[in-house]
């Protein structure tokens, strides 16, 4: 058995946020403002510790609440494609509401 030291790739990373248990994980886990300044707005899941398996990705006790902004401030480089991909859940649940 092999132990990783690298960290999830960004086509790990995308399958997972892709996924209906994220998506589950997300609802379970997601506060009601942000744990840094107090924003209810733009919120989302970020990892404290950095995350080397697929299998700690999902754990609630490795996760806290930030708004989108200060997301941005805590690593700037990689949360655009996030993001995007959140927005497109959002738009494919909302069109999914309506039907
Ligand atoms: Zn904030
Ligand atoms: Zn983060």
Redesign the pocket.
Known sequence: MTERKHSLTSDELRRVWQSDEWKEFVGKNLGDH?S??G?KESLLLHHRTFVYKLESYMDSSRVVT??K??HHLIHPHNVTELEAILKKNRDRLQRKDEL
Do not use: G, T
């Open positions: 942000c840094l300044c924003s930030v708004c902004r200060c």
